[in-house]
């Protein structure tokens, strides 16, 4: 078990749209950390953290990928996320146990949509931020254009402490007022360029503006000094105050030891952030808790990802699953490198660890010591809205597939499995279509099982349009012994809330438990609509009024008039099919503007936003999920294989009639 003082660990994550260079930049931080002795490219499928086959292939982050390094006497463990909206569930779970993260930007397009998107997870999560605009190589970037972005697009105050030199191989850091440039790979301290001192006075500023500290020293003195600027640029990141932007271009190696110097510098450690649970500091003598965060089933055996928030573990300790009262074994302790592991005699707390021997603790689980439980929050779960239906192509392989189908969703909880009633298919859900791409070929890779696919079908609901009154619903049955009697009365109507409920009864007619029980019963009806057998959402029902009997009435016979009442008034109710739509934003030459516009007003796409750039329009629509399957492959042909596009979910809206 390590030593180092939990003021010198670093728990940080690389956040970015797909392809802004998140990968790379963590290539290039192991390189230059000394944590490995080659760097490897994307592009060549030789990279630490896309060890897997489908990441090679693909050229895309798939799977979150744990890594760590040292640098200037501190241990970062670094977490390196997907960028595409389809695998945002993983980035979900990895923000919840990281400390701070470094946001990567494309400084020729800044902010982009799926960069939108992961801000906001990292809001949610309260997780401090430095922002690295990289791509400084390319032609067309603009370190102030990107700057302008970030302030405007995610509503954040950009505190700039770096310049790129004229010569475009290298920063000018203005807290420190040196210039360094990279030479074949190797760092050089160069000449500060003329104007530097004014970039310089407009950080001490807007520091100033945001630090009582500082301003009172700037009010004083007129200037910043260095330490004190050091100390505000942190105290600004830590309570997401500001945020400190950095600049340069990992494929070429710029830049890259100064990230890592504001990262020891400016995110915080374990003790910088609010503890997870008032009962548990982040301190090693503290009893054992640790949040489940992945579950990988490697070639040797399962692994559990863990993050450590306090006390510490050993090899062969009994640890409590709290949600399911299960006490597990942890067998053996691993470092995690990406994809290659070394025994470790123990963990404490800050560390990120994988567990062997844990054969039940799913993502999300909280493990602690059995003698101290709690339960820690666990990252929220994305809801499936496209679905698969999947079969073994070999009637013998039917069992081995529910096995596999069911290490899928061990590994990643944001796929679900069921079985249609109807047709007795097994379907497989997911967050998008290369969501489920990727979990197909996994079943084929690691699960051994040929399938066969079936047409992917989105997730519709069904929501009331205009609800009814006085709905009265009488549950009497009578079989020898104890009996069962209910009535209820109840409106519905249409709510902006998933599922409303309310109690009007008066008197006490209707006993408190009673109402309890009417309401899961009114839950249990919304499961299937009346139009298509879909979820229902957008419902408020009122209990007006109800009868007991003092012998037969019970929850039981109370949750029964419940479900049975709202089915009734549901049928009774005017409702409408509501399907997932996506924001999808279109990046293609301006000569092709006219096809892209008319394919996606053929897929019943609304177009929010248009711009033009450098001969390149980006065209943001609103488009209907099930319009969006093959999208991609229409799209190469329209714009003669020059044209990207990106998606983001945008919520539900009503399906015209016969949809669903």
């Known amino acids: ?20 260079g998140k990968t790379t930049t963590t290539e290039r931080i192991l390189f230059r950390a000394g944590a490995t002795y080659k760097q490897g490219e994307v592009h060549d499928g030789t990279t630490v953290t896309d060890f897997d086959a489908q990441e090679r292939k693909r050229g895309i982050t798939i799977f979150a990928a744990a890594v760590s390094c040292t ?48 801000w906001r997870q990292a809001d949610l999560h309260r997780v401090p ?26 509503g954040v105050t950009p505190l700039v402490v770096q310049l790129p030199l004229a010569t475009g191989d290298g920063v000018v850091d203005l807290v420190t007022r040196r210039a360094f440039r990279w030479v074949d790979g190797v760092m050089a301290e160069t000449g500060v360029p003329a104007g530097a001192d004014r970039h310089r006075r407009a950080l001490e500023e807007a520091v100033a503006d945001l630090h009582d500290t500082a301003m009172e020293e700037f009010v004083a003195d007129g200037a910043l000094k260095d330490a004190t600027l050091r100390d505000a640029l942190r105290d600004l990141t830590t309570t997401r105050a500001g945020v400190v932007v950095l600049c340069g271009s990992a494929y070429k190696n710029w830049g890259v030891e100064p990230l890592l110097d504001a990262v020891v510098a400016y995110l915080p450690s374990p003790l910088d952030v609010p503890p997870v649970h008032p009962e548990r500091p982040a301190t090693p003598d503290a009893p054992f808790a640790g949040l489940v965060f ?23 300790a009994t640890v409590l699953d709290t949600g399911t009262g299960r006490t597990e ?12 592991h070394t025994d470790l005699d123990g963990a404490a707390a800050g560390d990120i660890v994988a567990l062997v021997g844990v054969k039940h603790a799913g993502v999300g689980a909280t493990l602690c010591s059995p003698d101290a439980p709690l339960v820690l929050e666990a990252a929220s779960t994305a809801e499936p809205v496209v679905s698969v239906a999947v079969e073994a192509r070999v009637a013998g392989d039917t069992d081995r597939l529910s096995v596999a189908l069911a290490r899928l969703v061990d590994e990643d909880p944001s796929l679900s499995v069921r079985s249609d009633p109807e047709t007795g298919q097994t379907v497989l859900s997911g967050l998008g279509e290369l969501h489920l791409e990727v979990a197909v070929e996994k079943l084929r890779q690691t699960g051994g099982v040929t399938v066969n696919v079936g047409r992917p079908q989105v ?40 599922f409303a409920f309310t109690s009007a009864v008066v008197g006490g007619r209707v006993p408190k438990e009673y109402v309890k029980a009417v309401e899961a019963g009114c839950r249990d009806a919304l499961l299937e609509g009346p139009l298509g057998g879909h979820p229902v959402t957008g419902v408020h029902v009122t209990l007006v009024d109800g009868q007991t009997h003092p012998k037969d009435s019970s929850e039981l016979a109370f949750r029964t008039a419940g479900r049975l009442a ?31 516009l008319g394919d996606l007003a053929a897929r019943r796409g609304r177009v929010t936003d248009s711009t033009t750039r450098a001969g390149t329009v980006v065209v943001t629509a609103t488009v ?37």
């Open 1 to 20: 078990m390590h030593t180092r003082s939990l003021d010198q660990t670093r728990n940080i994550g690389i956040l970015a749209h797909v392809d802004a």
């Open 329 to 340: 074994r942890v067998g053996r302790i691993l470092h995690v490198q990406a994809d290659r």
């Open 71 to 118: 640098w200037d006497g501190h241990r970062i463990n670094l977490i390196d996320t997907p960028g595409h909206v389809d695998f945002s569930a993983e980035v979900e779970r990895a923000l919840r146990v990281l400390d701070g993260a470094v946001v990567v930007f494309d400084g020729v397009a800044g902010v982009e949509p799926q960069t939108e998107s992961v």
């Open 294 to 316: 992945k579950v990988h089933a490697a070639p040797t055996g399962r692994l559990t990802y863990v993050r450590v928030y306090s006390g510490q573990i050993t090899k062969g």
């Open 624 to 660: 209907p999920l099930a319009e969006l399957f093959g999208y991609a492959t229409r799209l190469r042909s329209r714009t003669q294989g020059r044209g990207t596009f990106t998606t983001r979910p945008a919520g539900y809206q009503q399906a015209p009639d016969g949809t669903g």
């Open 129 to 154: 931020r430095i922002a690295f605009v990289n791509k400084l190589d390319r032609a067309g970037a603009d370190l102030d254009a990107a700057v302008g972005s970030i302030r405007t697009r995610l």
């Open 566 to 596: 709202l089915r009734q008034a549901l049928g009774q109710s005017t409702l409408a099919v509501l399907e997932p739509v996506a924001e999808v934003t279109v990046t293609a030459p301006d000569d092709t503007v006219g096809a892209v």
């Open 459 to 498: 997730s519709y609901r069904e929501t009331v349009v205009s609800g009814v009154g006085g709905v009265l619903f009488r549950h009497v049955k009578q079989d020898g012994g104890a009996g069962q009697y209910a009535h209820v009365l109840i409106d519905v109507a249409p709510s902006d809330e998933p």
